[in-house]
């Protein structure tokens, strides 16, 4: 694949939001998503996060006008995504299950879609080399491995030079290698001041990639914030070795903090709060302390607390 | 902002263009036409069998022949637009269809390719059907190029409606096979059974029942009709044309053919008006 110096600088002009307001949805008696907003702001990556079946997927087939809203609405660009004139300009989406009709060429198949949008053919040749399918751009699709498929998928979200990228799981049957380009392209894009909106199992992955997160559960909202938001709130642990553990912790007590566990003898992890604060309080408790450390916990386990936090509600 | 539409949809229309082209159906339906302008010799011989005074070179059996083997292309036709619907549900490529042009756009599109390429069958049976049917048998008289010509352009003309129809129904079902087989099903035998049932207990004799009288204005008696009635209307049978068109289009009291033509359209136009409407609600998962 292409490095990433490709992607045009000067990003195209619009608001480049995606805004989700009250968003729901019911399938029969399954409510797949319920009353969820966020907003997706242009110039950086938003990871989407949650567990299988958690509704990542219909929700952003409602952003994209795939699946109609039982309540809520999506707005791409300001206006609902059947509201746009020229939708393959605006966003570009590589969803998990978007076809190929395996008897068609990639480039039958890119060049379909760029005269629906209506970019010229040299478009689909540049999106082909962007993904590094040229080679392959004359081979029927129904051959494809799936990480072809997905670079496939990616090179026709491109080719209308959106100001929007939705992907969906795009990390599936990419390599290494495919992976680690995906994310500095990514970045990149955002970096031009466009929006994506990227969901993800793979949570070391969105660690790398992303800079702002939705985290959703069994259709609701769990947490919308930035990473920094979320290790403040849920991350980093201060571990702290004491002469008297039991006095330290009510001294922590007494000024409000209660995340405290014991993880090994004479060893505290206090959450909420940075090594400086535990550290005067251990001093006006009149307790010593022999070493301290913040641990940064990995956004997996953030997220899997996150979780477990809100479910003992 | 009704150029830019007209831009959009035109761009709608080029992709559609392009995918149909990149893949084999089209071309491959050509295949059951190519068979049945070889067969339509064969088929005209049912008018003998009606019209005693026809013998085995008369112009008017050619012209018979190529009005059955027409609405049998129709079906070709009607097979087409539902394989052309169903395509993108089947192989899941409506997804990006819908991402790059609305839904009314897509099946505005559909319904327009699948309309020129049953045409196509029927043009190629038109121009073909003769010429081989012809030479298969030989000695056969070419009847007038202008009646020729006429019926060719009804056939057409039904064959681009049962295209659309055919786009409609893979449109509200998306299961390809199974939206196949009820066209094709309806067409070959579904109808046969409902006109059967509606002209239940009426005699050859004596006017037909109100339930009779609806058969000419289902679909496909509607499209054989007015396929065969400018046949029947040039074999000069007097008294007669009546009975030998209702037997051949499998109707009671027909209207017009331009009437049936009409009544076709209708089926069309409110065909892709329910798909429109049903598309539209619907959750591409």
């Known amino acids: ?313 | 902002m009704a150029a830019v539409t007209l831009d959009r949809f035109r761009a709608v229309l080029t992709a559609e263009v392009r995918r149909t082209l990149s893949t084999r159906v089209w071309w491959l339906l050509f295949l059951p036409v190519l068979v049945l302008a070889l067969a339509q010799s064969l088929l005209g011989s049912i008018l003998q069998l009606l019209v005693p005074q026809a013998t085995d070179t008369s112009a008017i059996l050619m012209l018979a022949g190529l009005a059955s083997a027409l609405t049998m292309t129709a079906i070709v036709g009607a097979a087409f637009g539902t394989l052309l619907a169903t395509g993108d549900f089947r192989h899941r490529t409506v997804t990006l269809a819908y991402l790059t042009g609305s839904r009314g756009q897509v099946l505005a599109a559909k319904c327009v390719v699948a309309a020129v390429v049953a045409a196509l069958y029927a043009l190629f049976l038109v121009v073909l059907g003769p010429l081989l049917g012809g030479a298969a048998l030989g000695g056969q008289q070419l009847p007038d190029l202008g009646r020729l010509a006429g019926l060719g352009a009804v056939g057409i003309l039904v064959a681009a409606l049962w295209g659309v129809l055919g786009v409609a129904v893979g449109t509200l079902v998306t299961n390809q096979a199974g939206a196949v087989a009820l066209t094709v099903g309806y067409l070959l035998i579904g109808e046969n059974l409902v006109a059967g049932a509606l002209r239940a207990g009426d005699g050859s004799l004596g006017d037909p029942s109100v339930f009779a009288r609806i058969t000419p204005f289902l679909p496909g008696n509607a499209g054989d009709l007015a396929v065969w009635e400018p046949v029947v209307s040039s074999a000069g049978l007097g008294p007669q044309a009546q009975f030998v068109l209702e037997f051949l289009a499998g109707v009671s009291a027909p209207p017009p053919g331009w009437v049936a033509l009409l009544v076709l359209a209708a089926w069309a136009g409110a065909g892709v008006a329910l798909a429109a409407v049903v598309g539209a609600r619907r959750d591409i998962t």
């Open chain 1, 1 to 313: 694949m292409q490095d990433t110096a490709s992607i045009d600088p000067a990003a195209p002009p619009g608001t480049g939001r995606i805004v989700v307001e009250g968003l729901g949805k019911r399938f029969g008696p399954v409510e797949a998503v319920r009353d969820l907003s966020f907003t997706v702001e242009p110039g950086s990556v938003t990871g989407f996060l949650g567990p299988n079946g958690s509704g990542k997927t219909t929700t952003l087939r409602m952003i994209l006008g795939l699946v109609v809203p039982s309540t809520g609405r999506a707005l791409v660009d300001g206006v609902p995504f059947t509201g746009l004139v020229s939708p393959g300009r605006v966003v570009g989406a590589v969803l998990e299950v978007q076809g190929v009709h395996p008897r068609r060429t990639a480039r039958a198949h890119l060049r379909a879609a760029a005269a629906a949008i209506g970019v010229g053919d040299a478009r689909v040749e540049e999106v082909l080399a962007l993904v590094g399918l040229t080679g392959a751009a004359d081979r029927s699709a129904g051959g494809f491995s799936l990480g072809m498929n997905q670079r496939l998928a990616l090179a026709a979200a491109l080719l209308g030079d959106p100001r929007i990228l939705v992907l969906d799981e795009p990390g599936n049957g990419l390599d290494p290698d495919g992976i680690a380009w995906l994310r500095s392209f990514l970045q990149a894009f955002a970096a031009s001041g466009r929006s994506v909106l990227v969901s993800s199992h793979q949570l070391a992955e969105m660690e790398l990639t992303a800079q702002r997160l939705v985290v959703i559960d069994r259709g609701e909202c769990r947490f919308d914030g930035t990473v920094a938001e979320l290790r403040a709130g849920h991350g980093s642990r201060v571990l702290v070795r004491a002469s008297d553990p039991a006095r330290l912790a009510e001294a922590l007590a007494a000024d409000g903090l209660t995340e405290i566990d014991r993880v090994e003898d004479g060893v505290l992890a206090v959450g909420g709060a940075d090594a400086v604060r535990v550290g005067d309080l251990a001093l006006g408790a009149g307790v010593a302390v022999y070493g301290m450390s913040e641990e940064r916990a990995g956004l997996e386990q953030m997220f899997l607390r996150l979780l477990a936090g809100e479910e003992g509600r």
